[in-house]
């Protein structure tokens, strides 16, 4: 397994953690607080989806 592989099956797990975290708060917890949590949470899973979309050009050959 190269490196790149690798590091793109880490990023979908935070992603996955990330989504699973917002909704188990907003289902469990409703204050103020657990609505902040549950925004960051959802933004740092879109953040990691943005990031993850610029692996693509990892690990293919430079254009010539």
Known sequence: MRLI??????IG????FFLLY?????LRDH?????????VSLA?????ALY?????RWGSPPPS
Request: positive net charge; proline residues 0%.
């Open 52 to 56: 993850y979309r610029t692996l693509k």
């Open 13 to 16: 797990a935070g992603i996955a």
């Open 31 to 39: 204050t103020v607080a657990g609505l902040v949590h549950a925004l």
């Open 5 to 10: 592989t690798a590091h793109r099956i880490l």
């Open 22 to 26: 917002a909704m188990i708060v907003l």
């Open 44 to 48: 740092v899973a879109v953040g990691l």
